[in-house]
């Protein structure tokens, strides 16, 4: 009779004193536990954070980005061994708990069709693959060496770790199969393989010993891992999917929060951030949850031109900082790392969000740097002359470019607009901008929406006069005081007159109307006017007679964009207007900046270190004759950047409202 | 009779600054039938003296050893001092330093009311008039005294000079005063740059230099035009706030104003209060990377690129021209 | 020391001159769209004094004859860490002559009390008169130094160094209290000045003002600012209501300039530049 046996292996086989291993394993738990409490408890010193509202949505995200590691395979390389690496750790993960259910709790489960095809041989191909991702991250980091990454000797250490807990993993199954004559041990191939290796080399005895040595060295290494992970970037495997959880949710340009300011005026806490207590605990969180990937810093803008921001970098001062002295100000820390030159890398950023964007355990880098820019600006008054400026005119004049010459309708002489003082029917508030009044590049722009507009036959009215800066800029550069004065006034002046529909040229208007006025009690529906346009031409209500023979590339604006999601009305309007259109290499959530942002715009740059010349140079690569934008900012950086570059080829910058008008002037 | 005076500080010699006041003195005399008298303070300067001795129908000097050099208030003390004794109608200044700050003070202890920085002189029913630049040279306003003597500080190269000659008839009256030791304020160290060097204000070719310069270091190219040109560099208000340049460089409103034949403005936007201090300029010319800088509004010709690629351009092509 | 800093608020003088009308009859310039700022070179005197406190210690009070609007430059210059600041009510003439308004400000200073610093700007932004610190210094009796871009507190005999004035009475600066430094058309002097002394204020680039804390800024809203009027202060009221006697604004108006820019033509940069050079040729030799 052939007796029908069940598949599966012998635990602990070769084993005694079993419980040294519970023994370890209650250490490495207890060390590890006690390294995850360390860190708790510092994040509970940070302030509060509204981040576990809307559950459906964070588990979402849970699932698309930390099991799905959607942002991390953005990158091939880097996206294969570090899908290896994971998805070998959740098997071998699993694994082990199939057989601590089977053997200590008694559940039947390692047995049979599940034992051959889950735990012996998709065990065995992804603990091989795990093998396979840790030789190429080894390579990059030792070979390669991409100026992205940290490099460290625990970095190493990780890696080296995990490869030989792999390893020997695969030898002691490798000569438990060889010695035990495992009938099924084919089932697991790499295990086979050692196995069959093995027994043309070592006798029975022999290999016993080393399996017996090689398991307690296993487990030794698989628990000292355990036990020291927490304390190191290990921590990600934790921090990351807690921090992915935990994520702001809606549109970047949301993410900059109030401050209290009659709290602090009586507590007299500083503005901004000054210590670790300035911090939330999500931001706390943040710091323990960077892997030292160092993609944030790859596609800073300001970093790809040679300046010292660095957004890995400051993040991972700060954890340092966070994590050694956690009460002395920040200020030590600036005076400790780089004098002077330290705090010099925050009026570089021009808050684009690209390294939001590009996290892959969504760290928010750029609010950090808001944050620390408000406690110098507003407590110390300690920033760029060329920012103070801007802000002194804000406060005066209402707006950001002193020594304008214009003045807030100059743009619309000839033309018909009415101000909603005067034009009570108006169903839509075109919202000028201070760049769109008061550039005289821009004002065309305006001109040609507003014309676009009249052509349409929507009824729409301006401010005019008493149009005063959103206060964006105030924000951005740090004067988030400011910045409330002029949203309160701002609010008061449209709900004097009614206004719930906004159209606007400006992506950071666009942007503060959407995302922050509502936090002021300033509701509207609110369009870019590249949507407002593009929703016109759908409706058939604009019609296009011409069409341009030149090549055009856009450009996204990185308040529209990356910060609100909106991508495609613009290219509607490139397509209409144009017959050939490209798109640069960096676009749409990749865009790389213009340089204007974040009160950039108001900085002297060094001739050799600029942003918006290094888009120019990208835009230029295209071989368009044409540079679309959206953007007031972008509009004067990008001209000044192609003008720089263009040598001597005729390629112009034109807003997509300039295109449009161009294709559509002539129509009925 | 109405006596006019005309108030020189002898430092500066017979400048176009004190032509022009002496001009204006001796116009307004013949104009109200008056006396000219002049007053010069400081060091004897023979030259000075005789040249205005030759238009004046009285000269007055205060140059006793303790108003050598000028001190403030000992000078507005001999000043106030001979004037009391003339009773003028009119006392006219130049707009140098210390003519600005003197005039005003003067007037007071006169009794009589001040007024400077003056395009023009009139006299309306016996009342003095003058008419100066407001508002950063927005707007030009007809300011009459109210108060006699009328204390006026000229924008003293935007009037006529008159022949002078070195005979004349006039005496040259030395005074002296019991100076009373003022010793509240005392000069106590000079500097000025080359002696001899021009003056901007009297500079028939200027480069003038903004913000958009961007340092010190472009100074040095404007520098090197103007010298090929035979003109002097200046700058405005932005550039010097920002250290790259001398405050005697600065131009504008609260600066030297300038009446150069041609001033050439580089990256300079073109504000009012720059405008107001080349008012004077006969041809007014612009490199500036912006068409709609405001400066192109008053410019008789201009070029629309990036001062840096035209700079070294035009020294060669200026050379060449200049062969 | 006892510092009292005159700030003038103006309207905005930077507005475009497109915006800047005139009043033909009130002669005065038409609020229109601008802002009411504080004129430069006051706060150039403010943060000169500030400088001098911060080095050698002192009180500052911020005075300033204007409407109830110019209390926002008080509030500015307390939110800038003035210690006082006080203001004569203006509810006459907009635009008082310059004597009018020194005879005011003396009034006032007298009624503070002790003052060893006054310090103006040297002019202002609007009208540009340049006299109110000469007639100041003079209702006060004290001397008066203009241009001024640099204030120390000297030592004794300072007149000893490389650069003294070789007719400098060598005794001069002897128990000078301050030493003064003020632009001269082509350099600058400087003075060795006793106390009470007037000074007006030009600017430099080490006097640009100051940026306000915001929280400095939030603390200036809550400080007393003491309100005088003219009658407080004993001055002929009527006289400076009406705007003073000195003198009379009997016209204003703005000129009309006409003149059109060749931008010179060129297909290329090199011609452009050939056609500018051209240009400025043709011009110097003719002059």
New interface residues.
């Given amino acids: 009779m052939i007796q029908h046996i069940e598949a599966t292996r012998p635990v602990l086989w070769n084993i005694t004193n079993v419980w040294v291993m519970y023994a370890m394993f209650a250490v490495s738990i207890a060390v590890a536990g006690y390294g995850v409490y360390q860190r708790v408890a510092l994040w509970r010193r940070g302030a509060s954070s509204k981040s576990f509202d809307r559950p459906a949505e964070r588990l979402k995200a849970l699932l698309e980005h930390a099991l799905g590691q959607r942002r991390t395979v953005r990158e091939r390389y880097a996206g294969f061994f570090h899908t290896f690496i994971y998805t070998g750790f959740i098997i071998l993960t699993a694994a082990t708990t199939v057989v601590m259910l089977d053997y200590d709790f008694g559940l039947p489960i390692m047995r049979g069709a599940f034992y051959l095809y889950f735990q012996s041989f998709i065990v065995d191909v992804f603990g091989a693959l795990a093998l396979i991702g840790v030789g190429i991250a080894a390579a990059r980091r030792l070979v390669i060496k991409p100026a992205k990454l940290v490099y460290t000797d625990e970095s190493l250490l990780i890696l080296a770790s995990i490869f030989l807990i792999a390893l020997t993993g695969f030898l002691v199954e490798g000569w438990r199969i060889a010695a035990t004559n495992d009938p099924w041990g084919a089932w697991s191939p790499f295990g086979y393989l050692v196995a069959r290796a093995s027994q043309s080399l070592m006798s029975v005895e022999a290999m016993r010993t080393a399996h017996l040595v090689t398991w307690w060295s296993h487990a030794a290494l698989v628990f000292g891992f355990i036990a020291w992970a927490p304390y190191t970037k290990m921590l990600h495997a934790l921090t990351g999917p807690l921090n992915i959880y935990a994520a702001r949710l809606g549109p970047s340009g949301a993410a900059l929060k109030r401050l209290d300011f009659d709290k602090l005026a009586e507590t007299g806490e500083p503005m901004g951030v000054k210590t670790l207590a300035g911090f939330t605990w999500k931001d706390l969180l943040d710091f323990d949850a960077c892997t030292e990937c160092g993609r944030c810093t790859s596609v800073c803008p300001a970093n790809r031109v040679g300046k010292e921001l660095s957004p890995r970098d400051l993040i991972l001062d700060l954890r340092n900082f966070a994590r050694g002295d956690g009460d002395s100000a920040f200020a030590a820390l600036v005076a400790n790392s780089v004098p002077a030159a330290a705090s010099e890398r925050l009026w570089q950023c021009t808050t684009c969000g690209a390294c939001m964007e590009a996290c892959p355990v969504f760290i928010e880098q750029a609010t950090k740097i808001v944050d620390l820019r408000r406690y110098l600006v507003m407590e110390e008054s300690d920033f760029p002359d060329t920012m103070q400026e801007a802000i002194t005119s804000l406060e005066s004049r209402g707006h950001p470019f002193r020594g304008t010459q214009s003045s807030r309708m100059d743009w619309a002489e000839g033309l018909n607009v009415k101000t909603a003082a005067s034009a009570r029917d108006a169903e839509v508030l075109l919202w000028v901008g201070c760049g769109g009044a008061l550039i005289e590049r821009n004002q065309k722009v305006v001109r040609a929406t507003a014309q676009l507009l009249e052509k349409a036959g929507v009824k729409f009215a301006v401010l005019g006069r008493e149009e005063k800066c959103t206060g964006d800029p105030a924000r951005r550069i740090g004067n988030e005081f400011l910045f409330e004065m002029m949203a309160k006034e701002n609010v008061e002046t449209l709900k004097g007159y009614g206004v719930k529909k906004i159209v606007t040229s400006c992506p950071h208007c666009f942007n503060t109307f959407r995302n922050e006025y509502p936090q002021f009690g300033g509701d509207y529906e609110v369009y870019h006017h590249s949507e407002f346009l593009a929703g016109l031409v759908n409706e058939g209500r604009i019609k296009t007679t011409a069409q341009s023979d030149k090549t055009i590339t856009y450009h996204d604006p990185c308040y529209l964009g990356r910060h609100n999601s909106v991508f495609d009305a613009p290219r509607r309007l490139v397509q209409i207007s144009s017959r050939s259109t490209v798109e640069m290499k960096q676009n749409r959530e990749q865009g790389f900046c213009c340089g204007g942002g974040g009160g950039m715009s108001f900085v002297e740059e060094p001739k050799d270190k600029r942003v918006n010349q290094e888009r120019a140079r990208q835009a230029l690569e295209t071989g368009a004759d044409v540079v679309a934008v959206g953007c007031p900012f972008c509009m004067t950086m990008l001209e000044d950047g192609v003008n720089a570059r263009k040598g001597e080829r005729d390629v112009k910058v034109m807003d997509v409202a300039e295109l449009l008008w161009q294709a559509a002037q002539d129509s009925n | 009779m109405t006596d006019i005076v005309i108030c020189l500080f002898s430092s500066s010699g017979y400048d176009r600054a004190a032509q022009g006041v002496v001009g204006a003195g001796r116009r307004l005399a013949t104009q109200l039938n008056g006396r000219l008298h002049a007053v010069v303070a400081g060091a004897h300067n023979s030259e000075l003296n005789i040249r205005v001795a030759s238009v004046a129908d009285a000269v007055v000097t205060a140059d006793q050893r303790e108003l050598t050099r000028y001190q403030p208030e000992l000078h507005l003390n001999a000043i106030t001092q001979i004037c009391r004794d003339i009773g003028p109608r009119v006392i006219l200044f130049g707009n140098d330093t210390y003519s600005q700050e003197t005039a005003p003070r003067l007037a007071h202890r006169l009794g009589g009311a001040a007024a400077g920085d003056c395009l023009e002189l009139m006299t309306q029913d016996g009342a003095i008039r003058v008419k100066r630049s407001v508002y950063g040279g927005k707007a030009l306003a007809t300011i009459e005294l109210k108060r006699s003597p009328a204390v006026v500080w000229l924008r003293a190269r935007a009037f006529e000079p008159v022949a002078t000659s070195l005979a004349s008839v006039t005496t040259v009256r030395r005074i002296r005063f019991d100076i009373q030791a003022d010793d509240r304020t005392q000069i106590v160290e000079r500097k000025s740059e080359a002696a001899g060097a021009a003056r901007l204000e009297d500079a028939r070719v200027i480069l003038s230099g903004g913000r958009g310069l961007g340092g010190p270091e472009a100074f040095k190219d404007l520098q090197e035009l103007a010298t090929m040109l035979g003109g002097q560099t200046a700058a405005s208000r932005a550039a010097c706030d920002s250290g790259w340049c001398p405050p005697s460089w600065q131009v504008g409103q609260t600066g030297k104003k300038v009446a150069p034949g041609l001033y050439i403005a580089v990256a300079i936007r073109g504000a009012s209060q720059h405008m107001a201090g080349i008012s004077d300029a006969k041809n007014i010319a612009a490199i500036n990377i912006d068409p709609d800088a405001p400066i192109f509004k008053s410019c008789r010709f201009g070029i629309v690129e990036d001062y840096r690629k035209v700079i070294p351009l035009l020294k060669e092509k200026l050379a060449a021209l200049q062969k | 020391m006892n510092i009292i800093v005159c700030l003038k608020q103006i309207l905005?003088?930077?507005?475009?001159?497109?915006?800047?009308r005139?009043d033909g009859e009130k002669?005065e310039?038409v609020r229109g769209?601008a802002?009411l700022?504080t004129n430069i070179?006051c706060e150039n005197a403010l943060e000169t004094a500030l400088q001098l406190r911060e080095k050698s210690g002192g009180r500052i009070t911020a005075l300033t004859f204007g409407p109830e609007e110019a209390e926002d430059t008080l509030r500015k210059a307390l939110a800038m860490k003035a210690d006082a600041a006080t203001l004569v009510v203006n509810d006459g003439s907009p635009h008082p002559?310059?004597?009018a308004v020194a005879q005011t400000l003396a009034a006032a200073i007298r009624k503070i009390g002790a003052f060893d610093l006054v310090m103006l700007g040297?002019?202002s932004?609007?009208?540009?008169?340049?006299?109110t610190?000469?007639?100041l210094?003079?209702?006060l009796g004290?001397?008066?130094?203009?241009?001024v871009?640099h204030i120390e507190v000297g030592g004794e005999n300072?007149?000893a160094?490389p650069?003294?004035?070789p007719?400098?009475?060598p005794n001069?600066?002897q128990n000078?209290v301050l030493?003064v430094k003020?632009?001269?058309?082509?350099?600058?002097?400087?003075?060795?000045?006793?106390l009470p002394?007037v000074v007006t204020i030009?600017?430099?680039?080490f006097n640009?003002p100051?940026?306000?804390?915001?929280?400095d800024?939030?603390?200036s809203a809550r400080q007393p600012i003491t309100k005088w009027t003219l009658e407080d202060l004993g001055v002929n009221a009527a006289e400076i209501r009406a705007g003073g006697?000195?003198?009379?604004?009997?016209?204003?108006?703005?000129?009309v300039?006409e003149?059109t820019?060749?931008?010179?033509s060129g297909d290329t940069?090199?011609q452009?530049?050939?056609r500018?050079?051209?240009?400025?040729?043709e011009?110097?030799r003719?002059?």
């Fill in positions: 905005d003088p930077e507005i475009p001159a497109r915006d800047f005139v002669k310039a769209p802002n700022v070179f002559d310059p004597l040297r002019e932004g609007d009208w540009g008169v340049a006299q610190g000469g007639l210094a003079e209702e004290a001397p008066c130094v203009s241009f871009d300072p007149g160094e650069n003294a004035d007719n400098a009475d001069a600066g000078a030493i003020r632009q001269t058309e082509n350099g600058w002097e400087k003075l060795a000045a006793k002394l030009t600017n430099n680039e640009v100051r940026i306000p804390k915001t929280r800024i939030m603390m006697s000195y003198y009379e604004v009997v016209d204003l108006a703005i000129p300039k003149v820019c060749e931008f010179v940069l090199e452009k530049v050939e500018f050079a051209e240009r400025i040729v011009i110097t003719a002059l």
